[in-house]
């Protein structure tokens, strides 16, 4: 469940003043906190309320291009974030990894409307309410789904955002790119295996408590015709092939499979596999593709947040952990910016 967002506010109501309390330096605010004896970084409280920086972030909306209407939505964030946060994490998980999750999608945002990607949308929209982006649904269509456990799971929902409101992730003052994934192999991924960066707060860490999901293993069948195609190879007589080189992580970095080499991440969109944490094996006339783990595999895993919050972290905890180094701070600092984005005035403070 991963992905890449691009996401525009836009700033409604009164003009806001940034309050003169300020900010830490956890993922956004001056350097990056010195690390603790285990190796991670302490965790900086942001020194003002939920309830204060909430009536703040009311002020701030989301153009979002809802992919079934065709039309663009203005969604107040906090909304907004608790429709990412409904559709992308089971409402059954713990509380604590439900604010986590919270914290991760509302940082995502922030970050991508300072720093667009370049994404094809309509004008007037900087995001959709797909997987290219964060998935979004708005209450009614939540209604539809969930029937006649709305009431419980919105409610629960809605109590985790808010417990979170106008927090967002920092990293040597500026907002983190908050990845997040269902589920991990036992680690991690640094994000320069799997992607191009090496980002410093990114990096593979243990994440033992993932073992606990149903997607935590899987198999993929392809007949041998269906694999060859697609890969681009042909198979001889000998085995399908070698993996090279695992990851930190675990993962496939390279592999050989029928004289050509590819990097893990290629075999798994290729074949559509759940990780690129995986082994093969032929039998008869089919391949068989054994994976651990789903999704890419950097930033927070959701069912190792779960399992934390079931060993009674707090979702600070789950932050820490799954993000090397940064702080936790409010949204303020970052309000005028965010306007200036929306106004074309980007070289506003």
């Known amino acids: ?111 991508q409307v300072l720093q667009p990607a370049d994404i094809n949308l309509p004008d007037g929209a900087m995001v959709s309410d797909t997987p290219m982006h ?9 209604k539809e789904q969930w029937g006649s ?69 899987n198999a993929k069948r392809f007949t041998q015709t269906e694999f060859e195609q697609k890969l681009g190879i042909t198979l001889g007589e000998s085995a399908i092939g070698d993996i090279v080189e695992r990851t930190e992580g675990g993962r496939v970095s390279e592999v050989v499979i029928g004289e050509r080499t590819f990097h893990g991440r290629d075999v798994r969109e290729k074949l ?10 032929q039998l008869g006339n089919e391949v068989v593709v054994y994976t651990k783990g789903w999704g890419h595999g950097v930033g927070m895993s959701q069912y190792g947040a779960d399992g934390m919050a079931k060993e009674g972290k707090s979702y600070k905890d789950i932050i820490q952990h799954y993000y090397q180094g940064v702080s936790v701070d409010v949204v303020d600092p970052y309000v005028p910016r965010l306007t200036a984005m929306v106004t074309g005035e980007e070289d506003a403070s």
């Open 134 to 142: 964060q998935v979004y649904h708005s209450k009614e269509e939540l």
């Open 272 to 281: 559509e596999l759940d990780s690129s944490d995986f082994t093969f094996e």
């Open 1 to 111: 469940m991963k992905k890449l967002l691009c996401l525009g506010l836009v700033f409604t109501g009164l003009l806001l003043v940034m309050p003169a309390l300020l900010v830490i330096a956890f993922s956004g605010s001056g350097t990056a906190p010195v690390g603790s004896a285990d190796g991670t970084a302490p965790l900086t409280e942001a020194e003002t309320s939920s309830e204060e920086v909430s009536d703040m972030a009311d002020n701030l909306e989301v153009s979002v291009f809802r992919s079934k209407s065709e039309m663009i939505e203005e969604i107040p964030l906090e909304d907004y974030v608790t429709g990412v946060v409904a559709s992308e994490m089971p409402a059954s998980f713990e509380m604590e990894a439900l604010k986590a999750q919270a914290l991760t999608a509302r940082t995502y945002i922030i970050q």
């Open 149 to 217: 456990e709305y009431e419980w799971k919105i409610n629960k929902i809605e109590e985790a955002v808010k417990g979170t409101a106008g927090q967002v992730l920092t990293f040597e003052g500026e907002p983190i790119t908050a990845a997040f994934f269902s589920t991990s192999n036992g680690y991690t991924e640094n994000s320069e295996d799997y992607w191009e960066n090496e980002i410093p707060y990114l990096r593979s860490v243990e994440s033992p408590w993932d073992q606990e999901s149903p997607r935590y293993e």
